[in-house]
């Protein structure tokens, strides 16, 4: 089983900066990774697929790289609203397994 | 707009059935993929499994001996049974909805129910 693993956790950081969250896979998963934000007491919002395609609707401040087995999440300017805990996910055509979140708060 | 929204039991008691529906509004049910994920205490993420609007499935194979996805079209409505269940099943579960691109990667998500498995 390919495991995710996520760093920093927690990540704390002010309003403005510019954030990036590392996901770093135990195997090749090429680029079949995707990046979810979750707000307390809500479902987790897609935001990238396929490691650094945008999600319709999701702010352009949010990007994705990487491939193989290290991967990034860069919020470029945060906003009050990204404070929030983050999930990588790797994914195929019947499968998926996620990282254990980095929650990002407030400096 | 796509909506989706989970209900059934939220206490089952430890080696019953648990049962969920996830009821589809806003869009067409074909032509996607409805997937069953589950959230822990603690903030980890589990998915569960998923069903084409065909009845074609896929079970992450730990839960696999355990569990039935199906879907009822005509009522917009899928389900989830997870059975012989123990306090380990305790979590948030979701339902949602993925392109056929991406089978296991949902857009749309419901809004989640906590089941809790306890005497």
């Known amino acids: 089983d390919i495991q995710l693993t996520q760093s920093p956790s927690p990540l704390s950081a002010s309003v403005g900066d510019r954030v990036t969250i590392t996901c770093r896979a135990s195997?090749?998963?090429?680029?079949?990774l995707a990046w979810y934000q979750q707000r307390p007491g809500e479902a987790p919002k897609l935001l990238i697929y396929?490691?650094?395609t945008l999600q319709g609707g999701v702010p352009s401040r949010f990007s994705g790289s990487g491939s193989g087995t290290e991967f990034t999440l860069t919020i470029s300017s945060l906003q009050p609203d990204d404070f929030a805990t983050y999930y990588c996910?790797?994914?195929?055509?019947?499968?998926?397994?996620f990282g254990q979140g980095t929650k990002l708060e407030i400096k | 707009q796509v909506q989706l929204q989970e209900s059934g039991p939220g206490l089952v008691r430890p080696s019953e059935t648990l049962s969920l529906t996830c009821n589809v509004s806003?869009?067409?049910?074909?032509?996607?993929?409805y997937n069953w994920i589950r959230q822990y205490p603690g903030g980890e993420l589990e998915w569960i499994g998923y069903?084409?609007?065909?009845?074609?499935?896929s079970y992450n194979p730990s839960l696999k001996s355990r569990v039935t996805i199906s879907i009822d079209p005509s009522k917009k409505q899928f389900s989830l049974r997870l059975s012989s269940v123990t306090a380990a099943d305790t979590a948030i579960y979701y339902c949602?909805?993925?392109?056929?691109?991406?089978?296991?990667?949902?857009?749309?998500w419901g809004h989640g129910t906590l089941v809790t498995v306890s005497s």
């Open positions: 949602a909805r993925a392109r056929v691109a991406s089978r296991t990667v949902p857009e749309y």
């Open positions: 806003g869009g067409s049910i074909i032509s996607y993929y």
């Open positions: 069903l084409y609007y065909n009845g074609a499935t």
């Open positions: 195997q090749n998963v090429n680029t079949w």
């Open positions: 396929r490691a650094s």
């Open positions: 996910q790797h994914y195929n055509s019947d499968s998926c397994t």
